[in-house]
């Protein structure tokens, strides 16, 4: 049950955890260098901390876990990331809903790969490229693309220069504003 787990997080109870987190990355001075991805792809239903059923403590609990890292080291960034065209939860919840503030949140972004929908969809769907950036901007908020790639799947678009060529482009359309991006190269426990 998401309700009690996130509960358990915004009670305090795990206070000890993050802490510890934020501790290390602090004892190694490089706190202003980390950016922490808390809750990766939380607006889709693969993971037990998708907030699209439970927004209010989704919320809750990221909020109190930045509270407590940033409390021990100060310097480091939160990014708040979700998956491209994952969008509604069973309540109807909007992807956008789970957005916990920008007083916790440094960085916007986006899982994307190019399974299953046209690069049409995935720039201009409920919870695509399009939705995330205009979320970023009118939350003054720098975008990164911290996992994206071509699908070999059997649900992928196999090697697609065009994806490529088409993200290349969308990346460079807001210079200075995408922090960073990381392209997924890799079978190793991913459909990619």
Known sequence: ??????????SGKRDSYFRSFANQVKSMGIANKVIVRLACEANGNWYKWSYLNNPSGFKAAFRR?????????????????????????????????????????DVISMDIYDHWNSWVKMKNGDAGLAEMRNFAIAHNKPEAYSEWSCSTTSHGHGDNPTFISNMAKWMDARPGKVLYQAYWNTKDGANA
């Open 65 to 105: 876990a930045v509270q407590v890292m940033r409390a021990a080291a100060p310097g480091l960034r939160i990014e708040f990331n979700i998956s491209n065209l994952a969008s509604r939860g069973t309540n109807g919840a909007k992807w956008t809903e789970g957005y916990p503030g920008n007083d916790v949140v």
């Open 1 to 10: 049950d998401t309700t009690e787990n996130f509960s358990v997080i915004s």
